[in-house]
């Protein structure tokens, strides 16, 4: 639990700008003794980099004028890949536009994954009502249902906060006085498009209601970017399950072909393998002892 409560807090940090930009590795690197990734990058394709190819981010094409403050920040914390597939393990990528007064938060999740860091709620948040959100290109578009609320109902200040009654509904224009709040799950229009449905909130300060349904509407799947995927979330849990696993290098070559990626043998107990020096961001290099993988570097 307080490692859990450490990332929550250092993705606070992160959206704010605390924390140190941890760079994109260009070249093959070893993979390190955790499982997560904690970095800040400048592009949602660098985000989705960094976690993976497993699940999808999305990013708002519309922001209402207000523009990006800072990085991006990336949580990933113990994934667990079975085809291709996060099955478990917590996940977190969210950044914060602004503009004078008005202001924006855009957090993510893969959604069959926990959150990393967790949104934070106010206790006087209380439903507007339920929206349809199309997404996705012309001619492929398909619709989700979104939940937007707003911060209209009044809580004591000198007491603990109340239960709020199931029929009390915020106004549309509260959205705008009070901050709102847009939750949904994202999915790709189809199977050429996928991976895996997102699981996005939206926070607003100063927005009006059709601003931050608006820009709901406008998020577009990104695809991540080429290059910077060696050493993501993904590659590095995938790695830990090939040596945890004991897994033979055929064993480890077949996983990561079910995921897209390809893996090589660079080493058999202590003795080199002649292996091309290119770069692959989608190549495990496998260091096999016994039998069975022992370690892995990336590219």
């Known amino acids: 639990m307080a490692r859990r409560a450490a990332t929550r807090a250092l993705a606070i940090a992160a959206l704010s700008g605390a924390l140190v930009v ?53 949580l990933a914390d113990n994934l667990a890949i079975k085809d291709g597939a996060a099955v478990a393990g917590d996940t977190f990528a969210g950044a914060e536009y602004a503009a004078g007064k008005k202001s924006l938060s855009v957090v993510e999740k893969w959604a069959n994954t926990g959150w990393a860091a967790e949104p934070a709620f106010s206790t006087s948040m209380a439903k507007v009502r339920n929206v349809r959100i199309p997404l996705g290109l012309p001619g492929t578009k398909i619709h989700v249902t979104a939940e937007v609320f707003a911060n ?25 006085t009070t901050g709102g709040v847009l939750v949904m799950t994202a999915r790709p229009a189809s199977q050429m498009t996928a991976p895996g449905d997102t699981s996005i909130v939206l926070t607003s300060t100063g927005l009006r209601f059709r601003q931050l349904v608006a820009i709901a509407s406008s998020l577009a799947q990104v695809a991540g970017a080429p290059g910077n995927g060696a050493g993501s979330a993904q590659m590095i849990a995938m790695c830990r399950q090939m040596v945890d696993g004991a897994m033979t290098p055929e064993q480890a070559t077949a996983f990561a072909t079910s995921s897209g990626y390809s893996a090589r043998v660079g080493s058999i107990d202590g003795q080199p393998l002649a292996v091309t020096a290119d770069f ?19 590219g």
């Open 152 to 176: 209209c109902f009044e809580q004591p200040a000198d007491a603990d906060p109340k239960p709020i009654p199931p029929r009390f509904r915020c106004a549309r224009s509260d959205v705008r």
């Open 280 to 298: 692959r961001p989608d190549r495990f290099t496998l260091v096999v002892n016994g039998g069975t993988v022992s370690s892995c570097t990336y």
């Open 22 to 74: 941890t760079g994109l590795a260009g070249s093959a690197h070893a993979a390190p003794t955790s499982a997560d990734v904690d970095d800040k990058v400048a592009t949602w394709d660098l985000a989705a980099a960094r976690l993976g190819t497993a699940g999808s981010l999305w990013e708002p094409a519309k922001t209402a004028g207000l523009v990006l403050k800072g990085r991006i920040a990336v």
